[in-house]
Each structure stands twice: as C-alpha cells, then as structure tokens.
C-alpha cells in the first residue's frame, strides 16, 4: 500500500481479494504510487474524470495519478465489489488541508481474481468548508 497516508474507516477486506485491490488502487491514485497503479491496471484502461478529462493508457494514468496533490489522508465511506465491478467512496484530505469527496467506480477485465483493471470513472467533487 501507498506508505504515508492515513486510512480512516478502512474497509474490511476479510475473504475479499478483490476489496483490497480497490483499496490499495485508490489509495495509489491519491498518493501516485506508480508500483501499485502498475501491478493492477491494464496497458490500455482508460480513467474518465468526470467533467475533466478522459485520460487512455497505463502509462498516462500513472502519470495523471503522479502529477495529482498527494492525500495526507483518505476516508473511505463503502467500498463495494460485484463480479468485475468495483466502487469505492469517501474523503480524501491533502496535505494543503483541502478535501476532495471521491467516488471511484471500477471495471476490471473479468471476473476473474487477477483481471487488471480496465477502466475507472471517477467523480471528485472539492469540499466546501461546511462539508
């Protein structure tokens, strides 16, 4: 997992393989952990930031997920897995102090337990101070 960033709520992921993926590649998108982001995604996904950008390939991820503010603090709300279906929710915080509310939905290749990721739509929203 991406080291230093605090996880608040983490989500319980007993018997399920595939919640600490999500887990771990969300934390790699706010910390821009290249090593994870590589071990989990396809060379073609695709990230669409929703009312942002849509960004294609591996490599241009890792990139945007490099280039990102480094969270000093992730909140998870649910994360929720369903055949190749992923999501997850909650709070990042950075280290600037600003919050961004985070809801990440995930496709993986298959089913399968060592499908990569193919696509991830994110919808990050930046919170208000009475947030």
Known sequence: M????????????GNAPRKA???DLVMALAGGDSSVLDAYLHGDAIWALVGDQTIRG?????SRASSAAV?????FESLLTHGPAASASGTVTHASGARTHFSHVVRFASAGKAAPVIS????LIAATPTD
């Open 71 to 75: 969270a000093a603090e992730i909140r």
């Open 120 to 123: 991830m739509t994110s919808y």
């Open 2 to 13: 991406t080291p230093d960033i605090r996880v608040v709520n983490p989500p319980d992921c």
């Open 21 to 23: 993926i999500v887990r």
């Open 58 to 62: 591996g490599d241009h991820v890792k």
